[in-house]
C-alpha cells in the first residue's frame, strides 16, 4: 500500500520562516503570531486590516457632518483668532485697545478704525496725523469679516469667548467641523451686514453677531432633535435684554446674525438626507450670495 508523503506545513507569507497553519479570514494567506490582527470572526493579516480601514466610511452626525467635532478643533480655532487679532491690536496699537477707560467698553481705537465695519471711508486720529480708512462702500468688503474678530477691550472679548467656547464645541458636535465652521462665519457676515444697513456711519465690531446665530442655531438644532430648549430660549432672553439695555451695542448686528444663523441652520438641520450635502452646500452658497447682493445695494445708494 502506498502512503502519500506528509503535506509541508504552510508559512507565513510576511515572515517566510515561520510555519503556521491559521489563515486570514479575508484573503486566506497564512499568518504567524505576529502578523495576526483580530477580527470579528478569527483573524487577519495587516495589509487587508489597513484594507478594510481605508473602505470604511468615517463615522457622521445626523446631519452629515464628521464625526470630528467632537474635538472641538473649530471653537478652539476660532476662540485663537479672535486672541490673536486682541494681540495683534496690543502689539501695534497700544493697551488702549484692551483696557476700558471706565465702563465695560473701549472707546473706538485705530484697531476698530482699521477693521472695524462702516460704509463709507473716513479719516481718523492718531499721533501721527490723520489717517485715511477705506469703508465697506469704497471697496473695503473685508472689513464685514475682520470686525467679527475684533473687540472693544477685554471685557467685550473674554464674554464672547466664554459664550462661544460653552456653546460652539456641543454645536460643533452636532453638525460637524466644516459645517459649523461655515454657520459662523455666515452668521458674522449676516450680522456685519446689518449692523452697516442699520448704522453705516458708526463702527462696529465683536464676534456677537455670530454668537447670535450660534444661539439660534442651536435652538433649531435641539428642536430638530427634539430635545429640551428650555436652556437656549433662557439664554436668548438674556441677551436680548443686554442688547437693548447696555449702550453702544449693535442691536442690529446681534440680530442680523441670529437671524442668518436660523437660516443656515435650517438649511443644514433640514436638508434631506437624499442628496444632503449639495443641499447644504448649495443652500449656503445662495445665502451667501443675498448677503454680497445686500452689501452691493446699500453701496450703490
Known amino acids: 500500500m502506498n ?69 472641538g478643533y473649530v471653537t478652539i480655532a476660532l476662540i485663537s483668532l479672535n ?4 494681540l495683534i491690536g496690543l502689539a501695534f496699537y497700544g493697551l488702549d485697545t484692551l483696557i476700558p477707560r471706565g465702563g465695560l467698553f473701549t472707546g473706538t481705537t485705530q484697531l476698530q478704525a482699521f477693521g472695524g465695519v462702516i460704509g463709507p471711508s473716513f479719516q481718523f486720529p492718531t499721533n501721527g496725523g490723520w489717517v485715511n480708512y477705506t469703508g465697506v462702500y469704497d471697496g473695503g468688503y473685508y472689513r464685514l469679516i475682520t470686525g467679527v474678530f475684533l473687540h472693544y477691550g477685554i471685557i467685550h472679548l473674554l464674554f464672547n469667548m466664554w459664550a462661544l467656547w460653552a456653546v460652539g464645541r456641543s454645536l460643533e ?15 458674522g457676515i449676516g450680522g456685519s451686514v446689518a449692523a452697516l444697513l442699520a448704522d453705516p456711519n458708526s463702527l462696529t465690531a465683536g464676534a456677537s453677531g455670530a454668537l447670535w446665530g450660534l444661539f439660534v442655531a442651536f435652538f433649531v438644532v435641539l428642536r430638530k432633535l427634539g430635545r429640551s430648549t428650555s436652556s437656549i430660549v433662557g439664554l436668548l432672553v438674556i441677551n436680548l435684554f443686554i442688547t437693548f439695555t447696555l449702550p453702544g451695542i449693535s442691536w442690529a448686528g446681534h440680530l442680523g446674525g441670529g437671524l442668518a444663523g436660523g437660516v443656515v441652520a435650517a438649511v443644514l438641520v433640514y436638508a434631506p438626507r437624499a442628496n444632503r450635502t449639495l443641499i447644504q452646500v448649495s443652500g449656503c452658497i445662495l445665502i451667501f450670495v443675498a448677503l454680497v447682493g445686500l452689501t452691493l445695494s446699500a453701496s450703490s445708494f
Open 3 to 71: 502512503e502519500s508523503p506528509p503535506t509541508a506545513a504552510p508559512v507565513c507569507y510576511r515572515h517566510p520562516s515561520r510555519e503556521t497553519w491559521v489563515r486570514c479570514t479575508r484573503c486566506e494567506r497564512p499568518i504567524c503570531p505576529d502578523c495576526m490582527r483580530e477580527a470579528s470572526v478569527g483573524h487577519q493579516c495587516p495589509e487587508c486590516v489597513a484594507e478594510g480601514r481605508r473602505t470604511q466610511r468615517s463615522a457622521r452626525t445626523a446631519f452629515g457632518g464628521s464625526a470630528a467635532g467632537r474635538h
Open 83 to 86: 486672541l490673536l487679532a486682541a
Open 173 to 187: 458636535a452636532a453638525l460637524g467641523p466644516i459645517r459649523y465652521g461655515a454657520l459662523y462665519l455666515l452668521a
